[in-house]
């Protein structure tokens, strides 16, 4: 057999592990939803899901809310990363800025991402800005810690080279510090995307006003339709899937000059 | 007539404090290299090969004394001072070609002249085909290939070598050498190159620099009188080559050899019983030579 018809089955039957558990579970919920082992309002079937699916997905805009979600998850995302690799490489580079800031910046960084809730909304309002800004902190700060680490690790070794070819300081950030980074930036970017995901949930459940799938669950919760509080959840699933997929592509694609070890 | 004094380092001291000690990497170290000339340093570890090496290429600055290049005094890195690492010092997300381009990064050339020579360089380094190829995929010779085609592709005036391949094994690092004296003897660059294989030092020194240890001082300064190319398995090039390892065993010799080396008379009676292993008139050669005057500073 082949190298590569080998890596196939590999991958074939590590996906086919990998569904094992969910498709239990499906099977599990199936049951005993038909059965009457669990009350159908708690648990309401999968076919009654599917339905639901289907009316807001034709009926109602559930494309509409997904893509409100996520203009407001990428807005806060890309707003946080930016202005985390910025903010990292001043702290990295510049001592005077370490000494100033990064002590207070480690003593926020331990405060709950919840807590800063009340203090956005009251700052911000309740609306599309005070979202926005709440995700992009959840992007912020993870970013932030793995930029700083990765620019504070750089190769002696080619910043002497750096040295000697003359770089100005310009050239040693770009050609240095921040390729050199570029690893760790991508794991901070990676779990940046990730927070935002979830911290867009998070504005749309705490901020309630306006739209978006998680206003959509709060809708579900209060009309005590679980079905389509199921079909929230499971499109946050899928799209938070989607997007570590697509993190992960982007990551392996920019970091391809790294040696693969087989 | 070349200029004597190209590479004119006089009376260098540098000192280094390290855990509240002092200790004298250098010691008063004196050295003029002429122009287009190749000067080989060899020393035990710790002799301050490489820290002389640095200071010349201005990597280091904190010495005291007189260092000058083309009659400038070095205060720091110049791009007509190329230098290559022991470490080929590649940036693993530049492509060999971006690698060396980046010896061109801050020089007055256009961007057409730039990639000519970039070009050129990777040629002449026998990277020719794999200028996309990234550090990864390189073999440790390739790789200090491309590191001796960053230091040479902005045509520098002197190119200092800190054991450049004291790293690779040893038919890769024979070819090298041949190329490296290729290139040398071709492009006509003043080349420093630091090494501790006494072997790499007298093929391809024009001047083999002997430096002592703790402190860092010149010990002797042994002229290869050879034509480039040299054969390697000359019966002169081994002569100077028994000399040099002499010279550098009484550096690393305990306490007693050092009353012997003080006095002339000794030395030069051993020198000559290593010297009578080889021929009579390799003898006479080496001594018309003048190999064991003594230059120590």
Redesign the interface.
Known sequence: MSVQSALKTRRAVKIRRGLTIPILLLIIWEVSSRTGLVDPRFLPSLENVFLTAKRELIDNNLIGELSISLSRNIAGFFIGSIVGIVFATVLALSRTADALITPSFNGLKQISLLAWIPLISIWFGFGEQAKIVFVAIAAFIPVVLNTYEGMRSAPR??I??G??????PL?RIT??FL??A?PSIATGVHLGLIYSWLATVGAEYFLAIGRGVGSLIIAGREHFDMALVMVGVFILGLVGFALNRIAGAAEAYLLR???VVE | MPNQKHVHIKDVTRRFQVNGNTITALDSVSLDIAEGEFVTIVGASGCGKSTLLRLG?G?DTGHNGNIEHAGKVVKG???DRG?V?Q?P?L????TVERNVA??L??SGFTKDEKRQLVTDQIELVGLAGFEKA???QLSGGMAQRAGIARGLVNRPDVLFLDEPFGALDAITKARLQGELQDIWAREQITMILVTHDVDEAVYLGDRVVVMSPRPGRIKEIVPVNLPHPRERTSNQLAHIRNHVLEVLESTTATSKARPVQAKPGPQKRRTTAAVSAVPIALNAKANRQTLYSSTEI
Do not use: K
């Open positions: 070794d080619l002497e080279v040295h000697a070819l003359r770089f100005t050239q050609r240095i390729p050199s570029l000059w790294r040696r | 290429a990597l890195p110049s791009l230098i690492f470490e010092r940036f693993p997300w530049l980046l010896g990064q801050n990234y550090p990864h």
